[in-house]
Structure formats: structure tokens, C-alpha cells
């Protein structure tokens, strides 16, 4: 029987590495014989069999299996992709997509993975799997792709959805938290508040916001793709998507905050003895008679007049406006541009009431890379809505992990932990940077190296002269590099 599952086993890996797996769904999940049972199973049509064994297969008792002539854990041919023999600390971007399966090796480092795995999982994250050889340590688990979150649909029909990354899913995450919400054309996000302040980025369409603050001053605008807004905690709002719907990006100010435990409008009225709504409002009982039973969450609207002067009320306390906006129409901010990309920021010294929200929205283009660098007293949350990069986080005293972010992934860095964003793919690398800080700031490695005493780096790092001499004395925020990712495997180690 061993003698024939090892054959059995031989010629299924034969024949898989050969073909692709014949599944339902194409994410290279492993087939063929593994821990002991051998797919495909016969279907029968009662039952057979014991549900347990008998003591003949306790160690000791049982019949020695013979390990050359049984299973085999053999991988042949792993296929290697351009990099991956390279010295495990180069930490070149390895590039799995041609690999069926990739393998988690570098250089000297790790072997052949014969196991169960999606390795669709493995191509989307080759720096978990194939780690940078200067990878060490523990650090906790720094990214979420909203890929892998529950989504919660609207109410009423296709109105909507919400999706969100809180401490619940990544418990390293304590200081902020992001929703990504999706509204049909003219649905609602339902009149609500929150003890977190929120802030929020349009990423598709347009809405109307409308809020009131606590000296019962008013607010309404319109934003679309590219504008913020903020509303702060306990400021009760609403958000209504236009006729070609919209998507947004929300962030929370605290990590465990979560979509699902918001005060809302509707529960208010329905959590409350219509007697003292009554009273509060003016109002008969036969008022209450039509107003939901249930929550509104998300749901189709009426579509809101397109002139926003036809929804202005005046109120006596007056308007928030000016410094106090709950608005940036950031879309019409011309970014700074540098080679490699470019960087434009909004925080508090342009976008007063959002007072501790900074944020940075980066454009980092193919073979470019965010600087290394830190913030030195807040986390970072943050967002990627376009293209792909990886960010090695480096944390005190001695331990560091890399991770790959595509579109929709969340990414998390302590406060102080040194981290860079490199694009590894072949096209614009777009992300958002936030920081719970007064200002948007952060330290550069090389504007730091650059304005200490040569002397001083010299010892400390041995570097060559020249290198330090060319070191920049202002930040350069992104730095431009080879498009080819593995091209310091082939050559003879120089930069260009
Ligand atoms: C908007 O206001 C104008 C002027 O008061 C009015 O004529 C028009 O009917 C209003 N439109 C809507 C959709 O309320
Ligand atoms: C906002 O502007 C008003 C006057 O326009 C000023 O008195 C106030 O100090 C400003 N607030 C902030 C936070 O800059
Ligand atoms: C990248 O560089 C490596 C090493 O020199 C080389 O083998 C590979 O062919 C290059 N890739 C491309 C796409 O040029």
C-alpha cells in the first residue's frame, strides 16, 4: 500500500508540475497526494470504514513504513525567478508572476516548499515568503488588504457597501483605523456620528456633505475624487453620492474603531419613547408613524438638487467656514514634484480643524522609492490606491520584516520605526500617508547622514568619502533607481 501511494505520489508530482492544477478558481492551490490521503477520493454511495484506528498503529506496534520507498517531500526542478540566487542580503524584489510555484528561497536561504499552499498568497507577498536575508526578528503584522475584510452591504437594493481595517483584523494598528465606503448613485451613508474623529479622502465620484457642530453652526459641500473632508467627533453628518455614485476612504483617529458602532439617526428615533419625541420635536404621535424600523446604514435617496444653494439653511449661530471648513478641495492642489515622483501634503497648517490629521498623498514612479525615513512622534497609517511596493519596517533594537502592498492594502508603521516605500511594479506607485501629528514631517536618513559631522559617519559606518560627500543636505522624499529590480544580481554591484 506505501509502495504504491509513493508511486502514486511520484507520478502526481510529475504530472503537476507539468500542468497546471485543475481547480475551479486559478490561484495555484496544491493538489495531488497530501498527508496521507491521495485525491481524488472514490464517491460511494453508504457508509464504510471506522471513524477511529485501534492500538496495531501506536508506535511501537505498528509495521515500519519504509522512508525510500515511501511519500517523497522531493521538489524537482523548482523554478527560480531573476534574483532569487542572489545574496539573500541584496533583498531584491523577487518577481514571482512567472514562477508555477514559486519557491521560498534566497541565495543560501530557505529550500523547496512541497506543500499545501495558494500560492497566489505567495506571488502577492514574495517578502514574506522569500524574505530579505537583513529581515530579523519579530515584528508584528503591519499590513491589511481591504481584499480580505467583510463587507457589509447597504440596505434596500445594490445602495451600497462598507469595508473596514481595525484593530480586530490587525491588532498592531492602536492609533488609527480606515473604512472603505461605497455608494450607489444618490445613496446615503445615513445621518450619524462617532466618538472618533474622522477623515476622508474621495477616491471615485463626488457627495454632498452636510454637518452641524456644537455652537449649532451649519455646513454643506460638495467634494469629488481627490478632495478631504473632516468631521469631527460627536459633529453629526451626512454623506450623499451624486448621480455617478462614489467611493471614499475614511480614517478614524483610534484603531478599534469600528463601521458597525456608529450613533445613527434612525436607531436614535427608534430607541426613544415616542412620548418624549413627541415632546422634543413638537410633534403628534401619528408623526412617528413612517419612520424606519430598522437602520438605514447605507440606502438609496432622492438625488439631492444639483445647485447646493437649494439645500442652504441659514442658521441663526452661523456657518462654518474659512479656517474652520470641514473641507479641503485638495484635488486642485498641484502636487511638488521630484525626480521619481511626487509628494503633496495636507495638514493642520493648511487644514486647520482637522488639527492632528497629516497626511501626504505620494506618487512614486517605476525603479523610484519613498526615502528611508521616520515620523517621529505619531504612527503611520497608511493606503495604497494604485500599483505596487513593498515597505520594510525597521523597529528598536534589532528586528525588521518586509511586506508588499497592492491597490487596497493598509499599511502600519510605529512611531520612530524606520520604513521606505519602493515601487516594485511597473507602473505609478499612489499611496496616502497619515499621521496623528500637528504637522507633516519626517526625518530623512540621508538629510541626517548629510548634516552630521563627516567624521562622525565616517566612524560610525566606514563609508567611502566620496559617498558622504554626495549625501543630500535637503530631503529628497522619493529617489529615483533601475526600473530593473534585479539588476544588482547580474552586474558587478555598482548603483546604475
Ligand atoms: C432651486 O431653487 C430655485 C430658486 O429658488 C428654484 O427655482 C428651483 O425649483 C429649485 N430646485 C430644486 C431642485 O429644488
Ligand atoms: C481662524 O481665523 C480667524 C479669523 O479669520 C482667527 O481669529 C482664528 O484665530 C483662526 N483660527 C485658527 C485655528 O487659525
Ligand atoms: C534585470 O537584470 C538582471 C541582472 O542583470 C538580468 O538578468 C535581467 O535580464 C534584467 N531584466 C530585464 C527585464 O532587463
Redesign the pocket.
Known sequence: MLHLAGALFSLAVAFTQALPAPQIGNYGENSGPVGGVQPPTPTVTSTSGSLRGDSSLLGGNAPLPDPDKSDSAIVPNPQLV??QEADANLGLYLNFDSANPPQPIRGAKGTTDPGPRTFDYEKLNPDLYAPPGTDAGDVPNLMWPMGLSHNRAGTGKNSGWARQQNTDVLPAATAMAGVDMRLAPNAYRELHWHTANEWALMLKGCVRVSAVDDEGRNFIDDVCAGDVWFFPAGAPHSIQAFDEGAEFLLVFDQGDFTEDGTFLVSELFLRNPIEVLSKDIKADISAFDNVPTDQLYIFNGTPPPKDIKNQTITSPDGTISGNESFTYHWSQQKPFTVPGGSVKILDPLTFPIAKMFSTALVVVQPGAMREIHWHTTSDEWSFFLQGSGRITVYTAPASSRTFDFTAGGVGYVPAAASHYIENTGDEDLIFLEVLQAPKFSDISVAQWLALTPKQVVKDHLHLPDAVIDALPKQKPLIVQGNK?L??L???DGRFE
Request: glycine residues 38%.
Open positions: 531573476n534574483g530593473n534585479t539588476a544580481a547580474g552586474g
